[in-house]
């Protein structure tokens, strides 16, 4: 069908009552919507019958005789019925390659046949609650304002490959429903905003390199697929990405490689499977959640493991970095320790599938002290918090033994010492000391315990105390020195100070791996970032 140009009126003699009645209409100068019936029509009967090739033909400027009015054709409830005007083109509207001086509406029309844009430049195009029930191809359409499909019902692909808009495309409660893609705008370019809001969609939406001046709302929406339902791979939304107030979500979100301005979403609304994978946004708006639990269960939608991936981590790092600009820094490390988590997995996976389970059971061991004493490096100070338990450990293991005698002075020539071994004897008895001929009385008095009595002396008194919550800090912090541990040492001579000297090597041992531990989370050693 070409229709158009090189026509004139009375080539569509004879016309339809419908047809002569908007000749007459467009005759008598009327600048609003003509009016075939008050809904759509359902079958065509000539009353509210216009055929297709005529619509061409008004829709390019047609004659003098019934020239358009600056707004264009409007026309409210006809039956647009494809014609075949014997000229070799398509049945239905088809305006492939053609331009159009004004704007194209066909509100509550019945569309049986395809609708052909290709290529094709208008003002604006309106299909209001319109019923359509073949394919809209307008591949490379370029529209001045905007594409407007609120309410209508197609029964096919709306295509819209590299189509270039001034303003935005509106699926405002539509019901689109296709087999394969219901709405396809690869390339597409809008300075304004994509609307699929309460729309109705079987079949996938496709915003392949899309290029949106505005948001893209799918508030209230229902997108139903078998695989992708929503597919933005290397989409730019400038604006902010709608998902929440009942929208429902059948088939997978995949947003890899996409750029947003921001995300305004309700977990009520979230799709069963969703892709992040290089995806970036600039923030969580309105509503939505920003506790590091709820965006845990986001992330978590994703399955790489359908891509023959094990792991995403770059989804977790830039949720973690939106949640840290947005001022939320203890909700962005939760994702970076979850982060840090399902990767260590994912790498244990890598090795188990190897059959490398030395590997495998080393580093399941090493992950969890890590997880539980550092959180992966993202909380060193969750050491100083551990580090707890050995002391107070050590305070009450080596306060027992200062309480049963037996903790001994730990330098040589204090042991060696007249004072120190004349109070290891009571004063009823007598013991040679080195160096003398004649035995010497013990300085122990009755009920007074070695350190005791060596404290009375005048040796003991220069001597510093012992104090147990002093001596476990000196002995379990390798940066610290205190010096109690220089002058005290459990007396391994006794049952208690035995077990007491045994505890002391554990807990030097435990202070240098904390610490150690906490030292290479600061620096960053430990953390995943330096997993090959």
């Known amino acids: ?231 933005c791979d290397g989409a730019k939304i400038t604006g902010t990405f709608f998902l929440r107030e009942g929208a429902k979500v059948s088939g997978c979100i995949d947003l890899t490689g996409a750029s947003l301005g921001a995300i305004n979403d309700d977990p009520a609304c979230w799709p069963p499977e969703l892709i992040l994978k290089r995806c970036r946004f600039g923030a969580f708006l309105g509503r939505s959640p920003i506790d590091a639990e709820t965006r845990k269960t986001w992330l978590a939608l994703q399955k790489p493991q359908d891509y023959g991936q094990d792991f995403w981590p770059d989804p977790y790092e830039h949720c973690a970095k939106v949640l840290r600009e947005m001022g939320h820094g203890a909700e962005a490390t939760k994702i970076l320790i979850e982060k840090e988590r399902l990767q260590r997995e994912a790498r244990r996976h890598r090795l188990r599938r190897a059959y490398l389970f030395e590997d495998y059971y080393w580093f399941a061991f090493w992950d969890r002290i890590l997880g539980a004493t550092v959180a992966y490096g993202r909380r060193p100070l969750l050491a100083a918090a551990w580090l707890l338990v050995p002391y107070l450990l050590g305070v009450w293991i080596f306060g027992t033994a200062f309480a049963r005698d037996e903790v001994k002075p730990n330098l040589p020539q204090i042991q060696r010492s007249a004072e120190w071994v004349l109070c290891g004897v009571d004063a009823t008895e007598t013991v040679r000391l080195v160096g003398d ?75 240098w791996a904390l610490t150690l531990l906490a030292v290479a989370g600061f620096s960053g050693l430990i953390k995943t970032d330096n997993i090959k």
Not at 19 to 29: F, H, N, P, R, S
Not at 200 to 229: F, H, M, N, P, Y
Request: charged residues 20%; glycine residues 12%.
């Open 1 to 231: 069908m070409s229709g158009g140009q090189g026509k004139a009126l009375q080539d569509f003699a004879p016309f339809t009552p419908a047809e002569d009645a908007l000749v007459k209409w467009l005759q008598a100068g009327n600048r609003k919507v003509f009016r075939v019936s008050n809904s759509v029509p359902v079958s065509a009967t000539e009353e509210v019958t216009l055929r297709a090739s005529f619509i061409r033909f008004l829709a390019l400027g047609g004659c003098d005789a019934c020239r358009l009015p600056e707004t264009g054709l409007r026309v409210w409830g006809a039956y647009i019925l494809g014609d075949d005007d014997n000229s070799g083109g398509t049945k239905g509207l088809d305006f492939e390659g053609a331009t159009l001086p004004h704007d194209l509406a066909l509100v509550f029309c019945h569309i049986p046949d395809p609708i052909i844009l290709r290529s094709a430049k208008l003002k604006n195009l309106f299909l209001h609650s319109s019923d359509v029930k073949a394919a809209i191809t307008a591949d490379r359409l370029q529209v001045e304002g905007g594409v407007f499909l609120r309410e209508a019902k197609i029964a096919g692909e709306v295509q819209l490959l590299g189509a270039r808009l001034g303003g935005e495309l509106s699926c405002t409660g539509a019901e689109l429903q296709a087999k394969g893609n219901a709405l396809r705008c690869d390339g597409m370019q809008a300075e304004g905003s994509v609307f699929l809001s309460n729309a109705k969609i079987a079949g996938e939406v496709r915003l392949l390199g899309a290029r949106l001046g505005g948001d893209l709302s799918c508030t209230g929406a229902e997108l139903q697929a078998k695989s992708k339902a929503l597919n």
């Open 437 to 511: 001929n004649e035995a010497t009385s013990g300085l122990r008095q009755k009920g007074q315990g070695r350190l005791e009595c060596f404290h009375t002396t005048p040796e003991g008194r220069g001597h510093p105390q012992f104090n147990p919550y002093i001596y476990s800090a000196d002995s379990l912090l390798p940066i610290l020195s205190l010096e109690m541990q220089s002058y005290w040492i459990p007396d391994d001579s006794q049952p208690f100070g035995k077990f007491a000297r045994f505890y002391l090597w554990l807990h030097i041992i435990a202070g």
